[in-house]
């Protein structure tokens, strides 16, 4: 890699390192640890290829999203999920939304790595079904069904959402 294609990598990465941790937060299902390890996995790939990538944002997402893929039908991947503590601000009382943000957390823990992933693309990334399938290389109806019964199943497990998940129909 060149000195300018080297600076425009660091660029990208510094630029674009938040965003990307928070979707591998959320796609890991609040594992700081394994977010860290898809976000880098994904830079060291593109980094590779920086010269030849077109949209690199899209290329790390679409690499994130099949690494971990790949990480689900992986049985050894089993780890504790930590839990952080909410966040405080003096001043602000924000415990209503600090608490349901550690429910949701706590309830999309209890979803199987597809319906996370699923819910994650359809509703955090905001992708429409023909490219969540396509991401995860399946058809437009599994990802609608599996987007159903995956709500189904966050209002099963944390019922406090009922609200919440009420205004996702």
């Known amino acids: 890699m060149?000195?300018?294609d080297e600076r425009g990598f660091r660029e990208f990465v510094s630029a674009r390192?938040?965003?990307?941790?928070?979707?591998?937060?959320?796609?890991?299902?609040?594992?700081?640890?394994?977010?860290?390890d898809l976000v880098q996995g994904a830079l060291a790939k593109l980094a590779s290829r920086w010269r030849r990538v077109e949209a690199p944002e899209a290329y790390v997402r679409?690499?994130?999203?099949?690494?971990?893929v790949s990480w689900w039908r992986t049985a050894a991947r089993r780890g504790e999920v930590v839990q952080a503590a909410p966040p405080e601000l003096p001043g602000v009382d924000r415990t209503h939304q600090s608490?349901?943000?550690?429910?949701?957390?706590s309830a999309l823990a209890r979803l199987t790595?597809?319906?996370?992933?699923?819910?994650?693309?359809?509703?955090?990334?905001?992708?429409?079904?023909?490219?969540v399938a396509r991401e995860l290389g399946c058809s437009v109806g599994t990802v609608r069904s599996t987007t159903h019964r995956s709500l189904a199943r966050l209002r099963e497990i944390a019922p406090e959402l009922a609200e919440e998940l009420e205004a996702v129909r």
């Open 17 to 36: 390192s938040p965003a990307l941790m928070r979707l591998g937060y959320l796609i890991t299902g609040g594992d700081q640890y394994a977010a860290e």
């Open 2 to 4: 060149d000195p300018a």
């Open 99 to 105: 608490e349901l943000r550690m429910v949701l957390r």
């Open 113 to 131: 790595p597809r319906q996370r992933t699923m819910l994650v693309l359809r509703y955090f990334e905001d992708l429409p079904d023909h490219q």
């Open 62 to 68: 679409q690499i994130m999203y099949r690494q971990h």
